[in-house]
Nanobody, 116 residues
């Protein structure tokens, strides 16, 4: 079965950086698009970044120029490099694999807190 395990969250000061990782298993990772979502307290979950199987990327407007999504198909891992972090980036970050064949799959999430 599909399994997604996020890591790399933590507490960081405004302006700092974090790199999130999502280790995937149970499917042919290289064949599928992968996404990062986040959910802040009291808000709906929102898409942050997506990378296709071919490496094409897309970002939510507020993170453009600050976040970078990438993938390592040899390691079955997708990353989210987050720079110039702001307090409004505080949220639980989730890895997602969603397709007709896989269904909609989520990791357990990793907490990112941006605070001084």
């Amino acid at each position: 079965q599909v399994q997604l395990v996020e890591s790399g969250g933590g507490l960081v000061q405004p302006g700092g950086s974090l790199r999130l990782s999502c280790a995937a298993s149970g499917f042919t990772f290289s064949s599928y698009a992968m996404s990062w979502y986040r959910q802040a307290p009291g808000k709906q979950r929102e898409a942050v970044a997506t990378i296709t199987s071919g490496g094409i990327t897309a970002y939510e407007e507020s993170v453009k120029g600050r976040f970078t999504i990438s993938r390592d198909n040899a390691k079955n891992t997708v990353y989210l490099q987050m720079n110039s972090l702001k307090p409004e980036d505080t949220a639980i970050y989730y890895c997602n694999a969603n397709s007709y064949w896989l269904g909609n799959n989520w990791g357990q999430g990793t907490q990112v807190t941006v605070s001084s």
